[in-house]
């Protein structure tokens, strides 16, 4: 005999397709685990954070951040959707490469430089504040999960590329998200965090929009009051294991 199926899905939309092709199944929906691990390690602050905090207080805001930058998330992105500096924008860039390899590092410097932007490495000793737009490029690896909370807007890298890197991670401390579409079926996430307005995909690359015109964009849509529903929705998910655990443990016993 076939045993009985059980299926945890993450979003609700999911139940009708499972039903059809698993009509005996048990649907039970909940969160998934992985929102657990984040906010697990949300709960510790990391002192090379508090360290780069302090150390770039002075840099204008907004800090918009790319995290798990590849080349195609600094150089695709070139046109009118870029990440070169706009008219009016007078925050400041912080790019965390997903590859911390010198020639990956050096690659993603070049591209800044190219489109207005003077990057400085904070894995380098010298700390002298040069003119012009300033790109903090994190040439460290370790803490992006925790940098996220210092940030105002995030763009998630790696959707114009193999695929689309964690949103949970910055999307926990309630920050507006971009994203490219690649890899967004991987991940329920995604639908959820779009749902809520939190998490904008980007369908093609030339979408008339800069980070200037983006964060213009979120700050006039989101509020505080927005940003802290948003935390309190994912906080929601927070405990996702347990609930997990504790229903297997149901469905055990009761076979």
């Known amino acids: ?17 499972l039903l ?23 709960e510790t602050t990391h002192p090379r954070v508090d360290e780069l905090a302090k150390e770039f207080a002075d840099l204008p805001r907004p800090w918009i951040v790319v995290g798990s930058a590849w080349n195609t998330d600094v150089l695709e992105q070139a046109g009118e959707y870029s990440t070169a500096p706009s008219k ?7 790019v965390v490469p997903h590859k911390t390899s010198p020639r990956s ?35 460290e690896i370790g803490f992006l999960a925790e940098l996220y909370s210092q940030m105002d807007l995030a763009w998630v890298g790696g959707g114009f590329g193999s695929s689309i890197h964690s949103t ?13 579409p690649n890899g967004r079926q991987k991940f329920d996430e995604i639908s959820i965090l779009e749902k809520q307005g939190q998490l904008i995909i980007m369908e093609r690359r ?8 983006l964060f213009e964009f979120f700050k006039g849509q989101v509020s505080p009051a927005v940003r802290q529903s948003w935390r309190e929705q994912n906080g929601e998910h927070r405990g996702a294991s347990q609930r997990i655990w504790i229903d297997l443990m149901t469905c055990v016993k009761k076979d």
């Open 88 to 94: 009016g924008f007078s925050g400041t860039l912080w």
């Open 168 to 180: 949970i991670e910055p999307a926990i401390y309630g920050l507006p998200l971009v994203g490219g």
């Open 20 to 42: 059809r092709a698993f009509p005996t199944s048990v649907i039970r929906l909940g969160s998934d685990p992985r929102w657990d691990r984040v906010f697990k390690r949300s």
């Open 105 to 139: 590092i050096s690659e993603i410097e070049i591209l800044l430089r190219e489109r207005g932007w003077t990057p400085i490495r904070t894995n380098r000793e010298e700390r002298i504040r040069p003119a012009g737009r300033i790109a903090v490029l994190v040439d």
């Open 206 to 213: 030339g979408g008339g929009h800069s980070l200037s015109s």
């Open 1 to 17: 005999r076939v045993p009985e199926l059980h299926f945890f899905s993450f979003d609700p939309e999911n139940q009708a397709g």
